[in-house]
């Protein structure tokens, strides 16, 4: 009886599986609304500020490079530092893109997900990975929460969710020079930032979404456009980040207005 | 905790450090005062110590009129120096006087440097169960009133009031008897409670004195004052503040420096250094608060360390891989299938240094996991000078000379040799919560007076010292050396 | 490790060192271990997998528990004279964040009892498999007022807080979502606050794991649970109770135990002991709490200590005389520009000649660092051992001569260790960091007597009072 059931269960579930899968193919902003709820919306306005607390909510995301991480223990800063440096993309570490932007990437080849598993698929040790080229969309959008749940953006829609790579960049507009300021950031999992095109963090090891788990040295955002980016990679589990900018004394910084480009 | 016993192993070398530096030879040393960027401290007999940093101390203090056992305080802008006329009976009997008298400043080289003409503000008869030597001082931060305290064993410890303006007794003050049979007695004042300190056991008799420092503590300014087990100080009461501890033998007279919030110090004789003849030496502790009693804190002690942010408990480490090392886990089997029990070997230096880069590292906050980037050797320096109560040190990492640096940027990294350059030397403060504040010496190009601070969990920076938020904070944990 | 034999001081000796004393012994393997409960005398913990570890003293540990089920991560708490045994596992319906919390009641945790018998697994829900949250890894809390308390989660997603009817255990609230990113969820109540205790780090990675214990606090069970530095720990907030050791790696799965007023104990799990190769072991340490915080005390460590009493912070000493040391009063001098030399310190063989040979009393000295106030503390796991502790013998440094309780509730020295149970002592750190010294027995009496100071001067046996640092002691070590 449970066997039956589990059975039912899952026919279901590829059921809805495969009504996501459409959805996506249209990609239109409805869609994306629907598959995102509750942790995301489509951009409609035309900035955005940070929020109470000075978290960043506005971001332009690219649905996920796969990289199969079969655990987490592998994220030692050199592991990190080397499989973000690959050119997954075309400018990759410059682009500002929009809302509906393809990017083609060549990527390792992991199967469906396992809904039984928090695992990628582990391919045999003595297989060499296989690539694949896809085309990924990047997504403007505002996050319902003070963190940005990339596992949920993934997972709604109908991405790889474990052992990928998000590529995300959002645009911090001031009005003047804001002098010693630090990026902080609580990732899950590892990850590379940079504020207008220089490294200021790199996060490695099984670590946990905290505010403020990490923060860098002093930067200036300058009068004008900065451009911040980020890269996260996660392998089993969840996968989330939150960002604010902090002064000395560890207070949010705010007084400045997000835009996705 | 009472006392914050470090489990370790010492790796003193030849010098002691336990003590101060220099000549720092006193007996029933004043409280600490900073005058003209120095520190002064006065003793019986006649003249006192004089210190550049707080940390080498060298005699020249200037005191006229002789006498036991002085106090001194800054009112304003002036100096008040108090002191008895004899001392314990050695005068024959014990009638004795107690003198005040003004200064514009400490410093005999000053131009200003000008003892007004001593008067008398308390006195003891031949006869009479009150021996007025030993005097300290506590102006009231609630009220702005000063209080004086003195006597010793021979009867009771006064009280009396005297005018901050002028320093004469109050006129009409009535004396009141605060505690008995102690000596070397100083009030202090804090978060709503006033404190009475003395000293109990037997001074002046070098390694074999039993002197050791007492307290008790009233909500009112006259007291009663009293003891953890409910026992006022005029019944013999007293809670123990600091007893002798090895070679260091006899606490007495207190004094108590306020460096900022959260940052204190005290003074105080030991009667015997064993490891300086046996002579009375000046020493200065940090000052700790638990539930409202005061602690002394330790002697910053070399070793190597685990140093651990307050803040989210993450231990201080070399930005490099983690190595993993031998031993996985070994299923979830809770069973006692019979299997040989294996001790496992500790990770090494020489296991990882290799994997190390060899310039600049960074360094961040990282689980504690014993591991060799997340050990610390830190060594005092003794002849890069000091600060108020201890040397600077250099932070190495263990079996290395990888040295603990502040950088240009205000930030903090490690570099591949200890240079001896001040953005390398460290001052260790400990807090009156028992944690540390660790500053560097000097940051190259800034002039801000930084302290290593945690603004993120992962995050160690240079930044304002703050004694409100654990960002600021740090614990030293010292673990049983690798077998 | 075998019980052996006994014969005399040098086989003690001997078996001594090849023991490692800090963590518990006989087989103390678990993963995941619920909060220790006492039962009919013994102690009880349950592990992921099924089964758990028993213990007749609380030192020594071996398998013999009781739990069906499977699944993980079991926690135990007795409500009433019956015990609350819930774990959780997967809900059937093959997806792998969908977990329930199962529920069974017991009247013991005895297997051998008569009255031992789980009644039927109640479900009290969990995740569904698609939501932010997996139903595993419970804890339970009797709160003050009576209210039962269940807190589930990982690191997928959110831990959540639900209450439970404490006669049925029927969950009798919707979940609340409580902190992000954690496992191992375990509340507690202290003093006007609630804590939540959880876990950060690796899991099950051996000596590689870098599980940690952390906590926040709230005055409401539901939270807002905060850390020391304001973080929210549904924020990822949380401030460190305990994480590794050198030797010791990887903290998880707090319990806490409360053994009378003034003195607490933390049970958790090393992931692993270097000692024990590499494996996860039950780990029983002393809980204290300061500034309204939860502190992990450190094991007992054998060594050279003075006994300080928190009284009047003079030291434990045999009552003999004095023996001055040479080098009296320099004088006065502050100036003098003689050599600078070291003192030798007062060695046991400069005084033993003048102490008599038999009994020997005691008394409460100032502390001189003096060889008649030295003592020599060694565990004699031997000889058994109390809830996270083995019984010590206290010897005077360099000798035999050991602190013993005596028939007419006092202490004395007797020349010689013999292993008799006057002579070893139960050291519990107390919640304040002091700590309490007690006889494993006091001849001619059942009363439960500790050491005490009843006067400055004076050490006694009397009863434990955690209100009076009467009853407290400090360890300092040489």
Known sequence: ?261 | MKRIVFICILLLTGVSLHAQTGAPYIHDPSSIVKSDGKYFTFGTGGGGLISEDGWSWHSGAVRPGGGAAPDAIKIGDRYLIIYGTTGGGMGGGHASKIMTMWNKTLDPDSPDFAYSEPVMVCESLVDEDFNAIDPGVLLDPTTGRLWLTCGTYFGHIRQVELDPKTGFRVEGNEAIDVGRNMEASTMMYRDGWYYLLGTHGTCCDGVNSTYNIVVGRSRNVNGPFIDNVGRSMIQGGGKSVVTTEGRLVGPGHFGRYIEEEGVEKMSFHWEADMDQSGRSVLAIRPLLWKDGWPVAGEAFREGTYEIQSVRSGYALELEVDFIRAQGAMRGLGRGNEPQPNVVLEEQKLEDVAGTWPEGVIGARNGYYMGRPWQRWSVIPVPEAGGYLGGPYYKIVIAGTDRALAANDKAEVETVPAFTGAPEQLWRIDQLTDGTYRIMPKSIPGHDEPYALVSLGDCSPTLAPFDFKSDNSKWDFRCYSPVK | MKKTALSGLTALTALFLSIVASAQIGSPYIHDPSTVVECDGKYYTFGTGSGGLISEDGWNWHSGGVRPGGGVAPDAIKIGDRYLVVYSTGNGSGLRYSSHVYAMWNKTLDPESPDFEYSEPMDLGGSNGYEDCDGIDPGLMMGPDGRLWLVYGTYFGYLRIRELDPKTAQPISEPVDVALSCEAGEMTYNDGWYYLLATHGTCCSGVNSTYEIIVGRSKSPTGPYVDNVGRDMIHGGGKLVLASEPRRIGAGHFGRFIVGKGIEKMSFHFEGDLDRSGRSVLAIRPLMWKDGWPVAGEPFENGEYSLVSERRGYALELAVNNVPMAGGMRGFNRNGDDNVVALEDQKLEDVIGTWPEGEISLRIGPELFRPHQAWEITEVPELGGFIGGAYCKITIAGTGRALAATAGKEIVTVPEFTGAPEQLWRIDRLTDGTYRIMPKSVPGTDEELVLVSVADSTPSLGVFNPDSDNSKWNLLKH
Not at chain 1, 33 to 61: H, N, Q
Not at chain 1, 62 to 71: H, Y
């Open chain 1, 1 to 261: 009886m449970k066997r039956s059931f589990r059975i039912l269960l899952l026919l279901a579930l590829m059921a809805v599986t495969a009504v996501q899968v459409q959805a996506q193919k249209k990609n239109s902003k409805i869609d994306v609304a629907e598959a995102l709820k509750g942790y995301f919306k489509p951009v409609t306005t035309p900035s955005a500020t940070p929020d109470a607390e000075g978290f960043i909510r506005r971001w332009m995301i690219l649905e996920p490079i796969s990289k199969p991480n079969p655990t987490n223990r592998v994220f030692t800063d050199s592991y990190t530092r080397e499989n973000l440096s690959v050119e997954y993309f075309p400018d990759q570490l410059t682009v500002l893109p929009k809302d509906g932007d393809k990017v083609k990437v060549t990527m390792e080849y992991q199967p469906p997900v396992n809904l039984s598993s928090n695992r990628p698929a582990a391919r045999p040790q003595q297989d060499q990975p296989k690539f694949v080229k896809a085309t990924l969309t990047w997504h403007a959008l505002d996050s319902d929460h003070f963190f940005v749940k990339l596992f949920r953006f993934a997972t709604g829609l109908d991405k790889d969710r474990y052992g990928v790579i998000f590529w995300t960049v959002t645009v911090i507009n001031c009005e003047e020079d804001i002098e010693n300021v630090r990026l902080a950031v609580g990732s899950n999992k590892a990850a590379r930032w940079w504020v207008n095109g220089e490294e200021v963090l790199l996060l490695a090891g099984d670590r946990h979404m905290g505010v403020d788990s990490a923060v860098s040295d002093r930067v200036t955002l300058k009068k004008g456009k900065n451009i911040l980016r980020g890269v996260t990679m996660n392998g089993p589990g969840m996968s989330e980040f939150c960002a604010r900018f902090i002064d000395d004394t560890g207070k949010p910084v705010t007084g400045y207005t997000i835009t996705c480009n």
